[in-house]
Protein backbone atom coordinates (compact mmCIF):
# COMPACT_ATOMS: atom_id res chain seq x y z
CA UNK A 1 0.00 0.00 0.00
CA UNK A 2 0.98 3.45 -0.84
CA UNK A 3 1.53 6.20 1.71
CA UNK A 4 -1.13 8.30 0.88
CA UNK A 5 -3.45 5.63 0.49
CA UNK A 6 -2.75 4.34 3.67
CA UNK A 7 -2.89 7.72 5.20
CA UNK A 8 -6.18 7.95 3.24
CA UNK A 9 -7.49 4.61 4.78
CA UNK A 10 -6.49 5.65 8.50
CA UNK A 11 -8.02 8.99 8.36
CA UNK A 12 -11.20 7.31 7.22
CA UNK A 13 -11.20 4.96 9.92
CA UNK A 14 -10.99 8.14 12.32
CA UNK A 15 -13.43 9.37 11.10
CA UNK A 16 -16.39 6.70 12.01
CA UNK A 17 -14.62 5.73 15.06
CA UNK A 18 -17.45 8.49 17.05
CA UNK A 19 -20.41 6.63 14.74
CA UNK A 20 -19.72 3.94 15.65
CA UNK A 21 -18.80 4.48 19.76
CA UNK A 22 -22.08 6.01 19.54
CA UNK A 23 -23.71 3.57 18.00
CA UNK A 24 -23.03 0.97 20.94
CA UNK A 25 -24.23 3.21 23.13
CA UNK A 26 -27.41 2.33 25.42
CA UNK A 27 -30.56 4.41 24.17
CA UNK A 28 -31.70 6.51 27.22
CA UNK A 29 -34.46 4.80 29.04
CA UNK A 30 -38.13 6.23 28.88
CA UNK A 31 -40.65 5.92 31.95
CA UNK A 32 -44.24 6.78 30.80
CA UNK A 33 -46.50 8.48 33.68
CA UNK A 34 -49.97 7.67 32.77
CA UNK A 35 -52.56 9.36 35.41
CA UNK A 36 -56.03 9.87 35.78
CA UNK A 37 -55.63 13.32 36.57
CA UNK A 38 -55.07 17.22 35.08
CA UNK A 39 -51.88 17.74 34.60
CA UNK A 40 -52.53 21.40 35.54
CA UNK A 41 -53.30 19.92 39.58
CA UNK A 42 -50.39 17.49 39.44
CA UNK A 43 -47.21 19.93 38.87
CA UNK A 44 -46.18 19.36 42.64
CA UNK A 45 -46.94 15.37 42.09
CA UNK A 46 -44.35 15.54 38.97
CA UNK A 47 -41.94 17.79 40.96
CA UNK A 48 -41.75 14.88 43.69
CA UNK A 49 -41.52 12.20 41.46
CA UNK A 50 -38.48 13.80 39.98
CA UNK A 51 -37.16 14.39 43.18
CA UNK A 52 -36.63 10.82 43.82
CA UNK A 53 -35.77 9.95 40.83
CA UNK A 54 -32.79 12.21 41.28
CA UNK A 55 -32.33 10.65 44.83
CA UNK A 56 -31.43 7.04 42.37
CA UNK A 57 -29.29 9.11 40.13
CA UNK A 58 -31.68 9.56 37.05
CA UNK A 59 -31.48 13.00 35.57
CA UNK A 60 -34.22 13.86 33.50
CA UNK A 61 -33.08 14.65 29.50
CA UNK A 62 -29.54 13.14 30.92
CA UNK A 63 -29.78 9.72 31.28
CA UNK A 64 -33.31 9.04 31.59
CA UNK A 65 -36.61 10.51 29.45
CA UNK A 66 -40.68 10.77 30.36
CA UNK A 67 -43.38 10.62 28.62
CA UNK A 68 -46.58 11.57 30.04
CA UNK A 69 -50.08 10.74 29.43
CA UNK A 70 -53.35 12.39 31.35
CA UNK A 71 -56.47 11.39 31.29
CA UNK A 72 -58.23 14.83 32.99
CA UNK A 73 -60.87 12.64 34.99
CA UNK A 74 -61.81 11.04 31.44
CA UNK A 75 -61.24 7.38 32.96
CA UNK A 76 -62.20 5.72 29.53
CA UNK A 77 -59.24 7.51 27.77
CA UNK A 78 -56.69 5.76 30.07
CA UNK A 79 -56.45 2.01 28.27
CA UNK A 80 -55.60 3.75 24.85
CA UNK A 81 -53.01 5.77 26.75
CA UNK A 82 -51.72 2.26 28.27
CA UNK A 83 -51.41 0.84 24.96
CA UNK A 84 -49.39 4.03 23.41
CA UNK A 85 -47.09 3.51 26.23
CA UNK A 86 -46.85 -0.23 25.81
CA UNK A 87 -46.50 0.88 21.74
CA UNK A 88 -43.50 2.94 22.46
CA UNK A 89 -41.52 0.67 24.30
CA UNK A 90 -40.87 2.19 27.67
CA UNK A 91 -39.13 0.95 29.88
CA UNK A 92 -41.02 1.11 32.73
CA UNK A 93 -44.58 2.83 33.37
CA UNK A 94 -45.91 5.17 36.52
CA UNK A 95 -49.64 4.66 37.17
CA UNK A 96 -51.44 6.90 39.52
CA UNK A 97 -54.35 9.36 40.00
CA UNK A 98 -57.12 6.55 39.56
CA UNK A 99 -57.63 2.91 40.25
CA UNK A 100 -58.73 2.64 36.76
CA UNK A 101 -55.01 3.94 35.54
CA UNK A 102 -53.17 1.34 37.24
CA UNK A 103 -55.70 -1.43 36.07
CA UNK A 104 -55.35 -0.22 32.64
CA UNK A 105 -51.40 -0.38 33.04
CA UNK A 106 -51.94 -3.79 34.44
CA UNK A 107 -54.32 -4.92 31.67
CA UNK A 108 -51.75 -3.52 29.07
CA UNK A 109 -48.73 -5.20 29.72
CA UNK A 110 -47.30 -8.17 31.63
CA UNK A 111 -43.85 -7.37 30.74
CA UNK A 112 -43.17 -4.30 30.90
CA UNK A 113 -42.19 -2.90 35.02
CA UNK A 114 -45.02 -0.82 37.01
CA UNK A 115 -45.06 1.54 39.57
CA UNK A 116 -48.43 2.51 40.88
CA UNK A 117 -49.64 5.00 43.56
CA UNK A 118 -52.83 4.61 45.02
CA UNK A 119 -54.61 5.59 47.99
CA UNK A 120 -56.52 1.83 48.11
CA UNK A 121 -55.89 -1.25 49.52
CA UNK A 122 -53.88 -3.05 46.07
CA UNK A 123 -54.27 -6.63 47.25
CA UNK A 124 -58.11 -5.99 48.01
CA UNK A 125 -58.01 -4.29 44.26
CA UNK A 126 -56.48 -7.46 43.07
CA UNK A 127 -53.61 -5.69 41.36
CA UNK A 128 -50.86 -7.43 43.77
CA UNK A 129 -50.84 -11.07 44.91
CA UNK A 130 -49.39 -9.39 48.85
CA UNK A 131 -47.29 -6.70 50.30
CA UNK A 132 -44.57 -8.14 50.61
CA UNK A 133 -44.51 -10.19 47.35
CA UNK A 134 -46.59 -7.84 44.59
CA UNK A 135 -46.07 -10.86 42.52
CA UNK A 136 -45.18 -10.34 38.59
CA UNK A 137 -44.51 -7.03 36.67
CA UNK A 138 -46.33 -4.73 39.48
CA UNK A 139 -44.85 -2.71 42.54
CA UNK A 140 -45.58 0.18 43.89
CA UNK A 141 -46.69 2.47 46.88
CA UNK A 142 -50.15 2.79 48.49
CA UNK A 143 -50.92 5.46 50.99
CA UNK A 144 -53.90 3.68 52.56
CA UNK A 145 -55.91 7.14 52.46
CA UNK A 146 -59.18 5.52 51.30
CA UNK A 147 -59.46 2.75 54.73
CA UNK A 148 -59.46 6.51 56.85
CA UNK A 149 -63.01 7.02 56.28
CA UNK A 150 -63.97 6.03 59.97
CA UNK A 151 -61.06 8.18 61.58
CA UNK A 152 -62.09 11.08 59.49
CA UNK A 153 -65.78 10.67 60.87
CA UNK A 154 -64.44 10.26 64.40
CA UNK A 155 -62.88 13.43 63.95
CA UNK A 156 -66.42 15.44 63.03
CA UNK A 157 -67.80 13.49 66.07
CA UNK A 158 -65.51 15.23 67.83
CA UNK A 159 -65.70 18.52 65.75
CA UNK A 160 -69.96 19.33 66.34
CA UNK A 161 -70.48 17.03 68.75
CA UNK A 162 -73.99 18.29 68.90
CA UNK A 163 -75.37 17.53 65.51
CA UNK A 164 -77.19 14.67 64.96
CA UNK A 165 -76.30 14.23 60.95
CA UNK A 166 -73.35 14.29 59.23
CA UNK A 167 -73.30 14.29 55.15
CA UNK A 168 -70.53 12.36 53.22
CA UNK A 169 -69.74 13.38 49.11
CA UNK A 170 -69.31 9.88 47.29
CA UNK A 171 -67.92 9.13 43.59
CA UNK A 172 -69.59 5.62 43.22
CA UNK A 173 -68.11 5.09 39.96
CA UNK A 174 -64.41 5.03 42.17
CA UNK A 175 -63.81 1.12 42.59
CA UNK A 176 -62.99 1.83 46.02
CA UNK A 177 -66.45 3.67 46.59
CA UNK A 178 -68.35 0.64 48.20
CA UNK A 179 -65.79 -0.60 51.20
CA UNK A 180 -65.22 3.39 51.88
CA UNK A 181 -69.28 3.55 52.28
CA UNK A 182 -69.40 0.05 54.41
CA UNK A 183 -66.38 1.63 56.16
CA UNK A 184 -68.54 5.21 56.89
CA UNK A 185 -71.69 3.51 57.44
CA UNK A 186 -70.77 1.13 59.85
CA UNK A 187 -68.83 4.14 62.00
CA UNK A 188 -71.65 6.02 61.78
CA UNK A 189 -73.67 3.63 63.60
CA UNK A 190 -70.84 2.85 66.09
CA UNK A 191 -71.14 6.83 66.80
CA UNK A 192 -74.67 7.30 66.45
CA UNK A 193 -74.65 9.85 63.95
CA UNK A 194 -76.75 10.12 60.46
CA UNK A 195 -74.83 9.95 57.41
CA UNK A 196 -76.57 11.46 54.92
CA UNK A 197 -74.57 10.17 51.52
CA UNK A 198 -74.94 12.28 48.11
CA UNK A 199 -73.28 10.77 44.70
CA UNK A 200 -71.16 13.25 42.31
CA UNK A 201 -70.20 12.34 39.74
CA UNK A 202 -69.25 15.76 37.94
CA UNK A 203 -69.10 19.52 39.07
CA UNK A 204 -72.96 20.10 38.67
CA UNK A 205 -73.40 17.30 41.34
CA UNK A 206 -70.96 18.74 43.65
CA UNK A 207 -72.32 22.79 43.25
CA UNK A 208 -75.95 20.41 44.04
CA UNK A 209 -74.85 18.43 46.97
CA UNK A 210 -73.83 21.46 49.21
CA UNK A 211 -76.93 23.16 48.11
CA UNK A 212 -79.27 20.25 49.32
CA UNK A 213 -77.01 19.27 52.73
CA UNK A 214 -78.50 23.05 53.75
CA UNK A 215 -81.91 21.86 53.06
CA UNK A 216 -81.00 18.36 55.35
CA UNK A 217 -79.62 20.12 58.31
CA UNK A 218 -76.03 18.64 58.27
CA UNK A 219 -73.58 20.32 60.48
CA UNK A 220 -70.55 18.86 58.95
CA UNK A 221 -69.61 17.16 55.67
CA UNK A 222 -66.46 14.85 55.17
CA UNK A 223 -65.00 14.65 51.20
CA UNK A 224 -64.58 11.04 50.20
CA UNK A 225 -60.94 9.91 49.62
CA UNK A 226 -60.99 9.68 45.71
CA UNK A 227 -58.31 11.72 43.25
CA UNK A 228 -61.52 13.11 41.26
CA UNK A 229 -62.38 15.06 44.70
CA UNK A 230 -58.62 16.14 44.89
CA UNK A 231 -59.01 17.35 41.25
CA UNK A 232 -62.04 19.53 42.08
CA UNK A 233 -60.88 21.01 45.63
CA UNK A 234 -60.92 24.30 44.93
CA UNK A 235 -64.79 24.29 43.98
CA UNK A 236 -65.33 22.26 47.21
CA UNK A 237 -63.28 24.78 48.74
CA UNK A 238 -65.55 27.57 47.34
CA UNK A 239 -68.76 25.66 48.39
CA UNK A 240 -67.40 25.16 52.48
CA UNK A 241 -66.94 29.38 52.22
CA UNK A 242 -70.28 29.89 50.39
CA UNK A 243 -72.40 28.07 52.92
CA UNK A 244 -70.20 27.70 56.35
CA UNK A 245 -70.58 23.84 55.79
CA UNK A 246 -66.81 22.50 58.17
CA UNK A 247 -65.38 19.94 55.95
CA UNK A 248 -62.85 17.52 56.45
CA UNK A 249 -60.56 16.71 53.37
CA UNK A 250 -58.19 14.05 53.13
CA UNK A 251 -54.76 15.74 51.54
CA UNK A 252 -52.96 18.71 52.83
CA UNK A 253 -53.36 19.95 49.65
CA UNK A 254 -56.68 20.76 50.03
CA UNK A 255 -56.36 22.29 53.38
CA UNK A 256 -54.05 24.47 51.77
CA UNK A 257 -56.02 25.74 49.06
CA UNK A 258 -58.60 26.74 51.89
CA UNK A 259 -60.14 23.79 53.46
CA UNK A 260 -60.69 23.51 57.06
CA UNK A 261 -59.15 20.06 58.01
CA UNK A 262 -57.58 17.33 56.47
CA UNK A 263 -56.65 13.54 57.98
CA UNK A 264 -54.53 11.75 55.54
CA UNK A 265 -50.99 10.27 54.04
CA UNK A 266 -48.90 12.49 52.60
CA UNK A 267 -49.49 12.05 48.68
CA UNK A 268 -45.95 14.29 47.38
CA UNK A 269 -44.19 11.70 49.71
CA UNK A 270 -45.67 8.73 47.86
CA UNK A 271 -45.04 10.41 44.83
CA UNK A 272 -41.18 10.73 45.99
CA UNK A 273 -41.31 6.83 47.08
CA UNK A 274 -42.04 5.87 43.56
CA UNK A 275 -39.62 7.79 42.18
CA UNK A 276 -37.52 6.19 44.40
CA UNK A 277 -38.71 2.71 43.16
CA UNK A 278 -38.13 3.95 39.33
CA UNK A 279 -34.06 4.06 39.18
CA UNK A 280 -34.27 0.89 41.55
CA UNK A 281 -35.66 -0.91 38.42
CA UNK A 282 -34.46 0.63 35.75
CA UNK A 283 -30.88 -0.47 36.82
CA UNK A 284 -32.19 -4.03 37.22
CA UNK A 285 -34.18 -4.84 40.21
CA UNK A 286 -37.41 -7.09 39.73
CA UNK A 287 -41.15 -5.28 40.87
CA UNK A 288 -41.89 -8.87 42.70
CA UNK A 289 -38.40 -7.91 44.52
CA UNK A 290 -40.07 -4.31 45.80
CA UNK A 291 -42.57 -4.75 48.40
CA UNK A 292 -45.33 -2.12 48.93
CA UNK A 293 -44.36 0.68 50.71
CA UNK A 294 -46.75 2.07 53.22
CA UNK A 295 -47.08 5.33 55.07
CA UNK A 296 -45.70 5.36 58.77
CA UNK A 297 -47.68 8.30 59.75
CA UNK A 298 -50.77 10.13 58.87
CA UNK A 299 -51.57 13.82 58.89
CA UNK A 300 -54.49 15.41 60.73
CA UNK A 301 -54.11 19.18 59.07
CA UNK A 302 -55.90 22.45 60.68
CA UNK A 303 -56.44 25.79 58.22
CA UNK A 304 -57.41 28.42 61.60
CA UNK A 305 -57.79 31.06 58.81
CA UNK A 306 -60.66 28.88 57.20
CA UNK A 307 -62.35 28.32 60.81
CA UNK A 308 -62.48 32.27 61.61
CA UNK A 309 -63.78 32.93 58.02
CA UNK A 310 -66.45 29.97 58.69
CA UNK A 311 -67.16 31.48 62.26
CA UNK A 312 -65.86 27.88 63.97
CA UNK A 313 -63.69 27.58 66.61
CA UNK A 314 -62.18 24.10 66.23
CA UNK A 315 -62.09 22.38 70.45
CA UNK A 316 -58.49 22.17 71.95
CA UNK A 317 -58.39 18.74 72.23
CA UNK A 318 -58.38 18.69 68.24
CA UNK A 319 -55.66 21.41 67.84
CA UNK A 320 -53.64 19.28 70.08
CA UNK A 321 -53.96 16.33 68.02
CA UNK A 322 -53.04 18.19 64.69
CA UNK A 323 -49.53 17.74 63.11
CA UNK A 324 -49.44 21.10 61.38
CA UNK A 325 -51.95 24.87 62.06
CA UNK A 326 -52.11 26.85 59.13
CA UNK A 327 -52.83 30.28 60.07
Known sequence: MRRREFITFIGGAVATWPLAARGQQPAMPVVGCMSG??????????????????????????????????????????????TDLVGRQVALIVASGAVQAIQAAKAATSAIPI????????????????LNRPGGNVTGITALTQS????????????????????????????????QLKE??????TLGRQLDILDVANTADIDSAFSILTQHGDGAVTIIADPFMNSHRDQLVALEARYKLPTLFYTR??????????????????????GGYAPRILKGEKPDDLPILQPTKFEFIINLKTAKTLGFEIPPTLLALSDDVIE
Do not use: C
Request: proline content about 4%; hydrophobic content about 45%; glycine content about 8%.
Open 37 to 82: RPSAEAQYLVDAFERGLREGGFVIGQNVAIEFRWADNQYDRLPTQA
Open 115 to 130: VFVTGDDPVRLGLVAS
Open 148 to 179: MEAKRLDILHQLVPKTAAIAMLVNRSNPSAAL
Open 184 to 189: STDAAR
Open 253 to 274: EQVAAGGLMSYGANFTEAFAQA
